[in-house]
């Protein structure tokens, strides 16, 4: 298990960019798919975006693809989320979570993902 911290949330206008950092806990960071999900008030979570253990494949849901772009730096054990061309129905906590087992891509349904962190409120208003 890791232990995340998120931060990088905040306020925006429409069309504006945040970027999101989550630190992690632990030596074997580097061995953990990680990645993002978001929950908006009265919405289940869902996933955003996330990276392979080793940063060579990343994946997207649809709706962010072309304006999010999810990185990491495991010398730091830290992975971002870029966020451009914001929109108001961004508008959620955003989550960074950590796959389950080592050598593991992140799962894109919460139920089993292995750990979270405890969110950044993104705002985008209109």
């Known amino acids: 298990q890791v232990q995340l911290v998120e931060s990088g949330g905040g306020l925006v206008q429409a069309g504006g960019s945040l970027r999101l950092s989550c630190a992690a806990s632990?030596?074997?960071?580097?061995?953990?798919?990680m990645g993002w999900f978001r929950q908006a008030p009265g919405k289940e979570r869902e996933f955003v975006a996330a990276?392979?253990?080793?940063?060579?494949?990343?994946y997207y849901e649809d709706s962010v693809k072309g304006r999010f772009t999810i990185s990491r730096d495991n010398a730091k054990n830290t992975v971002y989320l870029q966020m451009n061309s914001l929109k108001p129905e961004d508008t959620a906590v955003y989550l960074c979570?950590?796959?389950?087992?080592?050598?593991?891509?992140?799962?894109?349904?919460?139920?089993?993902?292995?750990?979270w962190g405890q969110g950044t409120q993104v705002t985008v208003s209109s």
């Open positions: 979570a950590a796959a389950r087992n080592r050598f593991r891509n992140l799962a894109t349904t919460p139920k089993d993902v292995g750990s």
């Open positions: 632990g030596r074997t960071f580097s061995s953990y798919g």
């Open positions: 990276i392979t253990w080793n940063g060579g494949s990343t």
